[in-house]
């Protein structure tokens, strides 16, 4: 782009010039951060602060800004200026409000707001513009991996706003397991009565509808590509293929149910009267509302007990720890089976904690026990096979005594398993020992079983990573339907447990997701969180050492490697959070307005006094996702914290590369916290991994802290939650505290 040409713009409203001396502020944007201008304004953010601004871009006078006024997560669309830099100095959030307006606070209050000055000017010195690169492609197709009620519905939604679809289903029929019910929970007032499942108009929808092509008996063999240019071998059991272009991917490829084989004490495969609840669903449809027959001898059922969470919520070895959600209305509806068919039949479901979600699952309830449903709290122990009938073993938990109950027929509610494909983090156990090592890492290759699903060509593994339990979702809480591999999202059950209400739901987002995914991608646009950044890594290929790390711990698998084993970055797969950037040992990695030296110039900005003037100097790296936004927070609830503490937002902390530590250390900060989201299994961290990582970089830093003869105490790292408004400052507050106890950097200047 043309030369850089700087310029400030302070803003004094909402309280600003009352407490700082704006005119110093500007002083030191002209003078230390050598910026070309610096104009004050009352309210920059109103139409004529705006239209002030956007005049200096228009005559040529400005490309790079520093706008000193709030936090840079508000008034982002009053300064959202276009084919120019940007840096926001935090006057509001990060000084007024979390300093006391008094006399002997003023000079501090000031000296944190002069660093926030020079830190801006730093950043957007080193700042480039960037833009899209050529790889960019707009295929307005989206391919769905399954064909039940997920699929089906995702297909539709999609072709309804104009796009094109293609379902990929590896049996002979559409519908899923949807299509083996006799009939559904219901999903409309007054949710008193099992309903038709909709699923045979649901298909006939899907193929009449001309931007819908449909693959029977058909699995996808490859993937490859990325977002905006997927491209998928699609093969028939026939022997055939055909290779199709998709801009984005929904993987519905559903659930299959717990083996129940995997329950002896229950006895399934005993004795055909013990089933399943897909099983009785097979049942219901073949009586097609009359009376269901035992499969042993064909003759009426007269009484049924539902044993729910059989190998469910449990942490016994092969059960499944989680509760698949749907099971308790499954059987109250199936129970009702019987109950419409003969009002004598004795239809017991024998729970230990009876789950109804949704709108109307109180109200199933209800009517469940109206048709003379028994619900009886108890926990299953044994069912044994006994003659003619069954005999069911359990404790009674409201008399506190055990019972012997005979059924002719017993119905498992075995819960749901996704169908996920191969788990690709998964470290083999010859390999444990390299498990912490990149390069060996690196080379360790899963095997890729039958079932795989998309058979991706990805140097990370050939299936989507999955959460916990097996599940595909990337965390379902922040962001649904994301999952850890960018314009592919997962839908309905092999993304967490669900009944068909949610999962056409689920549909309905995912196809959102999708549709979103390949226009941006063909824009060279980032997705979620970061929507909308066209900047992507680069690298110095003489510097690289080929150590593989920024291959191994890109979390969304963004990154390949050429035939000289290079990085080859793939920008329309990347999230933009910069934890390739952060691993990189040797800091050749970084984006157009993301980098070491935009970061590390900007802490280098930093006044930090003399030792002898007593005023530390607090460095704090905070994600922007949930630690920025909480020390936004505190600010705005008036929570004062230590004016020594200097504040820089990072994309997430896995981006922060040691160097930044080394440096501030060296340049004389006396105490330095990285605050990052929450990791592990319920983690919260927005690029999934970044805060794990950098707690892992950040555990091997105490042998830095060591070589400079400095306290291990001077550097900590918190995983914080955005609603985490009090404990931030009073983080900040203790390391205060502690700087003052074990006394000031001996690497002051």
């Known amino acids: 782009m043309a030369d850089k040409k700087l310029g400030a713009y302070i803003c004094k409203g909402c309280g600003i010039g009352d407490r700082l001396d704006a005119g110093q502020l500007a002083m030191i944007a002209k003078k230390e951060g050598k910026v070309g201008f610096a104009k004050q304004h009352d309210f920059l953010c109103n139409s004529d602060g705006v239209k002030m601004i956007q005049a200096d871009i228009d005559a040529g006078e400005v490309n790079h800004l520093v706008v000193a006024a709030c936090s840079r997560r508000a ?74 009620v997920t699929g089906l519905n995702a297909a539709l939604e999609i072709a309804k706003a104009g796009y094109l679809a293609t379902i990929v289903e590896k049996n002979g029929a559409l519908g899923g397991a949807a299509a083996q019910f006799h009939k559904r929970i219901p999903n409309r007032a007054p949710f008193a009565d099992p309903q038709d499942s909709g699923i045979a108009d649901l298909i ?65 495969g005993k004795s055909p009267d013990i089933v399943d609840q897909l099983g009785l669903e097979a049942l219901a449809k073949q ?45 109250t509806k199936q129970a009702m089976y019987f109950k419409d068919a003969n009002p004598d039949v004795d239809a017991m479901v024998l729970y230990t904690e009876l789950r109804m979600p949704g709108a109307g699952g109180e109200d199933f309830y209800r009517s469940g026990q109206n048709k003379g449903v028994t619900f009886t709290k108890g926990i299953a122990s044994e069912v044994v096979p006994n003659g003619g009938s069954l005999t069911v073993k359990f404790k009674d938990l409201i008399l ?142 003489e510097g690289c050492t080929q150590c593989k790390r920024c291959t191994v711990e890109c979390p969304f698998g963004a990154i390949n490697e050429d035939e000289q084993r290079y990085p080859l970055f793939n920008e329309a797969r990347c999230r933009r959070c910069g934890t390739c950037m952060g691993a990189c040992p040797v800091r050749v990695i970084s984006f157009e307005n993301y980098s070491v030296e935009t970061v590390g110039q900007a802490i280098k900005a930093v006044e930090v006094p003399e030792e002898d003037e007593e005023k530390p100097r607090i460095l704090v790296l905070a994600c922007e996702n949930d630690a920025y936004p909480a020390l936004d927070m505190a600010g705005m609830n008036r929570m004062e914290y230590s004016a020594f503490v200097r504040i820089a937002p990072v994309r997430c902390l896995g981006s922060v590369n040691t160097i930044w530590v080394t440096d501030a250390l060296n340049n004389g900060f006396d105490g330095i916290i990285l605050m990052g989201c929450k990791k592990g299994d319920d983690y919260q961290c927005h690029f999934v991994k970044g805060s794990e990582l950098a707690h892992t970089r950040m555990s091997k ?41 074990i006394g000031m950097s001996p690497l002051k200047f």
């Open 287 to 331: 009586a097609n509302g009359g009376a269901i027959k035992r499969p042993s001898d064909g003759k009426e059922v007269k009484s049924v007990v539902f044993v729910q969470c059989a190998g469910q919520r449990s942490d016994k070895e092969g059960h499944l720890s989680y509760c698949s959600g749907h099971c308790c209305l499954t059987s």
């Open 400 to 541: 506190d005594e055990e019972v012997n109950y005979d059924a002719d027929l017993v119905v498992l509610a075995t819960g749901m398993v996704p169908n996920s494909g191969v788990n690709i983090e998964a470290v083999p156990a010859e390999n444990e020992d390299k498990k912490d090592d990149a390069e060996a890492k690196a080379e360790v290759v899963a095997t890729v079983p039958v079932e795989s699903i998309l058979n991706l060509d990805y140097r990370q593994g050939a299936d989507l990573p999955q959460l916990v339990n097996g599940f595909t979702d990337s965390h379902f809480i922040c962001f649904p339907y994301e999952t850890r591999r960018t314009g592919i999202y997962a839908a309905g059950p092999v993304r967490r447990p669900m009944d068909m209400t949610q999962a056409t739901e689920d549909a309905t987002g995912a196809a959102l997701k999708a549709i979103q995914a390949l226009e941006n991608a063909a824009l060279g646009r980032a997705a979620h969180p970061r929507s909308g950044d066209l900047s992507f890594p680069s690298f110095r290929k």
């Open 701 to 741: 830093i105490d042998d830095t802290l060591k070589q400079l003869q400095l306290e291990t105490e001077r550097v900590q790292t918190y995983e914080i939650a955005i609603t985490d408004i009090q404990r931030v400052p009073q983080i900040i507050n203790d390391m205060a505290e502690t700087i003052e106890k």
């Open 204 to 268: 006939e929808q899907v193929e009449s509808n001309n931007k819908i092509t449909v693959h029977l008996n058909a699995t996808v063999t490859k993937t490859s590509g990325a977002p905006g240019r997927f491209s998928a071998d699609i093969s028939q059991e026939s022997g055939s293929t055909v290779t199709d272009n998709f801009g984005s991917i929904i993987q519905a490829s559903g659930f299959k149910p717990y083996d129940a084989t995997k329950l002896p004490e229950f006895s399934y």
């Open 75 to 148: 008034k982002s669309d009053a300064f959202n200026f276009e084919n120019v830099a940007i840096s926001r100095a935090n006057l509001r959030e990060g000084v007024i409000w979390v300093r006391p307006d008094t006399d002997d606070a003023e000079e501090t209050t000031q000296e944190m707001a002069e660093d926030y000055i020079r830190m801006a000017c730093a950043e957007v010195k080193y700042m480039n513009l960037p833009a899209p690169s050529e790889e960019q492609g707009l295929v307005r197709h989206v391919l769905v991996v399954g064909g039940g």
